[in-house]
């Protein structure tokens, strides 16, 4: 009965978590500026990963014998490091941007 | 009733990768590639372990945390590169 019960908790999260990775790469592929695209990604680490790590945990729990923790850590680093990496990724396409505007023209007439 | 479930979790995940792959391909700044390159192996590692899950084998956690530390080094250097010109100053 548990083990029934915790089949079938295992098998929505890996469905829930893969549907994530899914609809966010397709937000990746299909959104049209640089900023909108960012969005998109970070459903596929929190809700994907996330979900996917539980699912494993869960298993692993049940079926082997044993608490297995060890996919906190994957999740805890994770967690840790989207935000950084994706904050680096905005700071470098702003300082882009800043860098390619020009100034206006002078007016040799004023 | 897992392993068919793993098996089509594996098929979106592939779906996913080929959606990064597009990214990757034609993205029109440097900056989407490189975010594709990130979320190509965030998809990698839930690959991964929905593949361990798949296989009953415990040894795919290990990949997936050295896949997980290396790609974030490999973002923050490329966004370092993409902001100096050089990635240690």
Do not use: W
Request: charged residues 15%.
């Amino acid at each position: 009965m548990l083990v029934t019960i915790a089949e079938v908790l295992i098998a929505a999260l890996l469905l829930v978590g893969s549907g994530f990775a899914l609809v966010g790469s397709y937000g990746l592929a299909k959104l049209g500026d640089f900023y909108l695209r960012l969005h998109g990604p970070a459903k596929a680490t929190t809700m994907g990963v996330g979900s996917a790590l539980v699912a494993s945990s869960l298993y692993f729990t049940v079926f082997d014998e044993g608490i297995s923790v060890h996919e906190v850590l994957v999740a805890a680093f994770l967690f840790m490091s989207a935000p950084v990496s994706v904050h680096m990724l905005v700071k470098a396409v702003l300082k882009n941007e800043h860098d390619r505007k020009r100034m206006p023209p002078s007016r040799p007439d004023a | 009733m897992i392993e068919i479930t793993a098996n089509i979790a594996l098929t979106l995940l592939a779906l996913a990768m080929v959606l990064c792959l597009i990214r990757l391909l034609r993205g029109p700044d440097i900056a989407d590639r490189i975010l594709a390159l990130d979320t190509l192996y965030i998809n990698a590692l839930a690959t991964l372990i929905v593949l361990g899950i798949r296989l009953q084998n415990s040894v795919f956690f290990e990949t997936a945390l050295i896949i997980g530390m290396l790609g974030f080094v490999g973002t923050v250097v490329l966004s370092k590169y993409l902001i100096r010109g050089d990635i240690i100053d």
